[in-house]
Antibody, heavy 122, light 108 residues
């Protein structure tokens, strides 16, 4: 069964750091672009970051550029999100998802994890 | 960034009703539009990709249409299990600046 499982969410103080992990199983992780999407509780979805199969290309939403770093370890079938200088507005459930691509520029998020909650508060 | 506007933001309908949700982009995005369903307390789930292609395993009562800047998601006969919030998402600007609509909450 194809699966993504996030971990690492926690309560952290403003200005602090946190590293989220996403463990993939049931598919060849290294074949896919991956993404992080977040959702403030009770609000909508916001794309956060994308990373290419070998990690050579990374893209971020403006609000996290310079503070968050997406990375991956294909040998461990794992995706990561290093979050530094955290702010209250980063409080959200963070989802990892797999990206499937069709004819450019069509792509879509076809497999999602269950999410992990990050709370930034003093 | 391309803004995605969904309407209505919420709706209430009865079992068996035909339900239509609209998603408008701030510029043309060709057919680079996806629809997701999020049930309460769960992760989003892909319903439709590339504007009109039904994801494997999704019931045929769901359909998508549109191109350019206006898109619709239709549920032909609403079922109790369709209680959820529905989001559109554009991939035209991939691999960056991807954006979602604000969501449409469907109540039964």
């Amino acid at each position: 069964e194809e699966q993504l499982v996030e971990s690492g969410g926690a309560l952290v103080q403003p200005g602090g750091s946190l590293r989220l992990s996403c463990a993939a199983s049931g598919f060849t992780f290294s074949n896919y672009w991956m993404t992080w999407v977040r959702q403030v509780p009770g609000k909508g979805l916001e794309w956060v970051a994308n990373i290419k199969q070998v990690g050579s290309e990374k893209y971020y939403v403006d609000s996290v550029e310079g503070r968050f770093t997406v990375s991956r370890d294909n040998a461990k079938d794992s995706l990561y999100l290093q979050m530094n200088s955290l702010r209250a507005e980063d409080t959200a459930v963070y989802y990892c998802a797999r990206i499937l691509s069709g004819r450019p520029p069509n792509n879509w998020f076809d497999l999602w994890g269950q999410g992990t909650l990050v709370t930034v508060s003093s | 960034d391309i803004q995605m506007t969904q309407s209505p933001s919420s709706l209430s309908a009865s079992v068996g009703d035909r339900v239509t949700i609209t998603c408008r982009a701030s510029q043309s995005i060709s057919s680079s539009l996806n629809w997701y369903q999020q049930k309460p307390g769960k992760a989003p789930n892909l319903l439709i990709y590339a504007a009109s292609i039904l994801q494997s395993g999704v019931p045929s009562r769901f359909s998508g249409s549109g191109s350019g800047a206006e898109f619709t998601l239709t549920i032909s006969s609403l079922q109790p299990e369709d209680l959820a919030t529905y989001y559109c998402q554009q991939s035209y600007t991939t691999p960056s600046r991807l954006t979602f609509g604000g969501g449409t909450k469907v109540e039964i």
